[in-house]
């Protein structure tokens, strides 16, 4: 299993438009929107999008979407703890894909183990 430690963002909690295009048949502007936002005392990372349509500056269309929670964080120690209480055995953790051991200050580590 392959983790990856987050630190939060407080910039990315603004709204940015990530992607715009014009849709040929009627020049309409297609537009997304995106953001995320933490529960840093959770370790949880949320997400939102934004789809609109606009023609001759009119909204047509908006479109909301969000993953609450979106993903979660974990130091090495956790992640080692969550897989062991999970019931695998002979665990390891090596940093950002190499065979060095992982520790807590890592930010990308692999776990590996073996389940009975």
């Known amino acids: 299993m392959s983790m990856k430690v987050f630190e939060p963002d407080p910039s990315a909690e603004e709204w940015e ?11 309409a502007t297609l537009r997304r929107w995106f953001r995320r936002t933490y529960d840093v005392s959770n370790q949880l990372q949320h997400t939102q999008d934004r789809y609109e349509i606009i023609r001759d500056e009119e909204m047509l269309e908006t479109e909301f979407h969000e993953a609450a929670p979106y993903l979660t964080w974990h130091l090495v120690s956790e992640a080692l703890a969550l897989v062991e209480n999970a019931g695998f055995v002979d665990l390891s953790a090596k940093s950002d894909l190499t065979p060095e051991p992982a520790t807590d200050v890592d930010t990308s580590y692999v776990v590996l183990g073996i389940k009975p």
């Open 17 to 27: 438009v990530v992607e715009e295009a014009t849709r040929p048949p009627d020049g």
